[in-house]
T-cell receptor
Framework: KQEVTQIPAALSVPEGENLVLNCSFT??????LQWFRQDPGKGLTSLLL?????REQTSGRLNASLDKSSGRSTLYIAASQPGDSATYLC????????????FGGGTRLMVKP | KAGVTQTPRYLIKTRGQQVTLSCSPISGHRSVSWYQQTPGQGLQFLFE???????NKGNFPGRFSGRQFSNSRSEMNVSTLELGDSALYLC??????????????FGSGTQLSVL
């Protein structure tokens, strides 16, 4: 059974810092991995998706990497801003799993002005 | 293009009642999946529908059920509500063409409170 863990559970940083969020998964037979952002009481917004054959994806100040063999992914946020404050979730889709995603517990990020 | 629409946004029910939640996917999307989010258990997969057929099911009791209509709209039903069913219920849709880069798009959710 796939298990996804995110470290740290919460993070508070001053504005302008570069930061790294970690995600690990137990079964390397994944189809892809997605990073999502969730604001309080709201739905999820997809940030980046990395296919199992890829090593990284970039969008603006965000960069996500994937090391499938070691079961790890990282989300790098450059020059953090208060608007980045949210919960960040990673989710893996297994092979032959349709749209069933297994989510980590999330990292709650607070960026202080 | 409209996003995934979930109704109602908030619901308050009492134990023992039943509830029906609705989800309208993005136009053209044929796959609809449902997730439950609670502070203790996080986000957990409930079930997925594709072309009116349940394709995958998570580890939830039979009180949780769903269906999908020919226009891809989906409903989920929870019968005999328990206090532990209080959660944010999220619906997600995709084309489901099997592409590795296919993303899921989530609605804003229905916040269910069981008293």
């Amino acid at each position: 059974k796939q298990e996804v863990t995110q470290i740290p559970a919460a993070l508070s940083v001053p504005e302008g810092e570069n930061l790294v969020l970690n995600c690990s998964f137990t079964d390397s037979a994944i189809y892809n991995l997605q990073w999502f952002r969730q604001d309080p009481g709201k739905g999820l917004t997809s940030l980046l998706l990395i296919q199992s054959s890829q090593r990284e994806q970039t969008s603006g100040r965000l960069n996500a990497s994937l090391d499938k063999s070691s079961g790890r992914s990282t989300l790098y946020i450059a020059a953090s801003q208060p608007g980045d404050s949210a919960t960040y979730l990673c989710a893996v889709r297994g092979n032959n799993a349709g749209n069933m995603l297994t989510f980590g517990g999330g990292t709650r990020l607070m960026v202080k002005p | 293009k409209a996003g995934v629409t979930q109704t109602p946004r908030y619901l308050i029910k009492t134990r023992g009642q039943q509830v029906t939640l609705s989800c309208s996917p993005i136009s053209g999307h044929r796959s609809v999946s449902w997730y439950q989010q609670t502070p203790g258990q996080g986000l957990q997969f409930l079930f997925e529908y594709f072309s009116e057929t349940q394709r995958n099911k998570g580890n939830f009791p039979g009180r949780f059920s769903g269906r999908q209509f020919s226009n891809s709209r989906s409903e989920m039903n929870v019968s005999t509500l328990e206090l532990g069913d209080s959660a944010l219920y999220l619906c997600a849709s995709s084309f489901w063409q099997g592409a590795m880069d296919e993303k899921l798009f989530f609605g804003s959710g229905t916040q269910l409170s069981v008293l």
